[in-house]
Each structure stands twice: as C-alpha cells, then as structure tokens.
C-alpha cells in the first residue's frame, strides 16, 4: 500500500486544517488507516484511526473533541478535520495503514506509511 499526505501548512492557534491521505496499490489489505504525529525531539503518538470496513473511529485523549478522521472508501482516502488546533498540536503528521485485524494504536501496528506533512501552529 502507497500512502500520499497532503494539506498541512501554518495557522494560527484556534484555526482549523484538514489533511488528506490517498492510498494505493493493495489497498484491498487495509483493516485501519490512522494518524500520527511526531514533534522535534519527541516520539511518534498515535493521533486517530477509522476503521476501513465499520468506519469505527479511535482518538487520542490530546485530539478528542477537536479532530475527526473520516474515510471515503471509493476514493481511499482519509481525512483529518484539525479544529480548535493548538501550539502543541505542531508537528509532522504521517498517514499510516493497518494491514490486520487487530487493533492498536502503536505505530509498530501500521505496516504502511506515507510521507509526512508538516502542522505549525502559531500563537
């Protein structure tokens, strides 16, 4: 599975930005696609994640009530909403695609991952 990010870019803090990940190749696989993101000098943290098939969402408790993931199964693509955003939600965002059943949310758990885009959120 390929993974193509887009939409990032600078906004001030309390704005809003919608990131867009495609997907290609055996994209017939996918179980999951998910988010994460990755700040200077920290680790990578699971942001969000849909379901390909249920459409069931997972949120990180830092984004809950503020992003929302969403798919479109006939394009395969996937949606981040970033709403309410905030300095600390800086960062490089990576798209990713679970290639099992099981669930989690480790970045070890995603098999497939796009390039990533780049959030900054100003004060």
């Known amino acids: 599975v390929q993974l193509q990010a887009s939409g990032g870019g600078l906004v001030q803090a309390g704005g809003s930005l919608r990131l867009s990940c495609a997907a290609s190749?055996?994209?017939?696989?996918?179980?999951?696609m998910g988010w994460f993101r990755q700040a200077p000098g920290k680790e990578r943290e699971f942001v969000a994640a849909?379901?390909?098939?249920?459409?069931?969402?997972t949120y990180s408790d830092s984004v809950k009530g503020r992003f929302t993931i969403s798919r479109d199964n006939a394009k395969n693509t996937v949606a981040l909403q970033m709403n309410s955003l905030k300095v600390e939600d800086t960062a490089v965002y990576h798209c990713?695609?679970?290639?099992?059943?099981?669930?989690?949310?480790?970045?070890?758990?995603?098999?497939?991952w796009g390039q990533g885009t780049q959030v900054t959120v100003s004060s």
């Open positions: 990713a695609a679970r290639s099992t059943p099981v669930v989690v949310t480790t970045p070890k758990g995603f098999s497939s």
């Open positions: 190749g055996r994209t017939f696989s996918i179980y999951a």
């Open positions: 849909i379901d390909w098939r249920g459409g069931s969402t």
